[in-house]
């Protein structure tokens, strides 16, 4: 069974911080893995995607690494902001299928 | 520019009362998604059209229906709305062509049970 489990569950920081937000995956076969942010009352809006062959990808000052041999993601956030307090959420795909597999994610609060 | 767009944003309903909630797109995705959130759980996709065709995923209870009468749009119809179905519902669209294009979600309708 398509699993992602993400750590830890919530998150305070002081604006200005940097932070790291797990996702552990067993999806296969892989195909791809997305993270994506989602504001309170809002829908998720895609940050990263990345495939088998991709180790990171940056989008500003968020960075999202990917271990496909142990099933391992990060997402990096350099020097928080106000505006990061959002839940992010991982989510994995596998080849041959457009329905992916979500984690629960991670609810960041980011204090001044 | 909005490109799922979903209507109500908040929809107030009476116990078994039913209640449609609306879903658009302008990206002329082939697959659109119907997602049942409650608060800190990760999205719970409750069925999905792939251009005409309906699939319905095999927990989603008979209390939901769907329709999608062209490619643009989507509805989702709760026939008898309990307590438990107050949630957030979340559409999105994709397009299944295997360019890993990631899902556009809308802003979603909160519903609540009165």
């Known amino acids: 069974k398509n699993q992602v489990e993400q750590s830890p569950q919530s998150l305070i920081i002081l604006e200005g911080k940097n932070c790291t937000l797990q996702?552990?995956?067993?999806?296969?076969?892989?195909?791809?893995l997305r993270w994506y942010k989602q504001d309170t009352g809002r829908g998720p809006v895609s940050l990263t995607i990345?495939?088998?062959?991709?180790n990171t990808k940056s989008n500003g000052r968020y960075t999202a690494t990917l271990d496909a041999d142990t099933k391992q993601s990060s997402l990096h956030i350099t020097a928080s902001q106000l505006s990061d307090s959002a839940s992010y959420i991982c989510v994995a795909s596998s080849g041959g299928s457009y329905i992916p597999t979500f984690g629960r994610g991670t609810s960041l609060i980011v204090h001044p | 520019d909005a490109m799922v767009i979903q209507n109500p944003r908040y929809q107030v309903t009476q116990f078994g009362k039913p209640v449609t909630l609306s879903c658009s797109q302008t990206l002329n995705h082939n697959v659109m998604y119907w997602y049942q959130q409650k608060s800190s759980q990760a999205p719970k996709l409750l069925f999905h059209?792939?251009?005409?065709?309906?699939?319905n995923e095999a927990d989603t209870p008979d209390n939901f229906q769907s329709r999608r009468p062209n490619t643009s749009f989507c509805f989702l119809d709760i026939r008898s709305p309990g307590l438990g179905d107050a949630a957030m519902y979340l559409c999105?669209?994709?397009?299944?062509?295997?360019?890993?294009?990631?899902?556009?979600f809308g802003d979603g309708t909160r519903l609540s049970i009165l």
């Open positions: 059209y792939y251009d005409k065709d309906f699939n």
């Open positions: 990345m495939t088998f062959s991709e």
């Open positions: 996702c552990n995956y067993t999806v296969s076969p892989f195909s791809n």
């Open positions: 999105a669209t994709s397009r299944d062509d295997g360019s890993n294009q990631p899902q556009h």
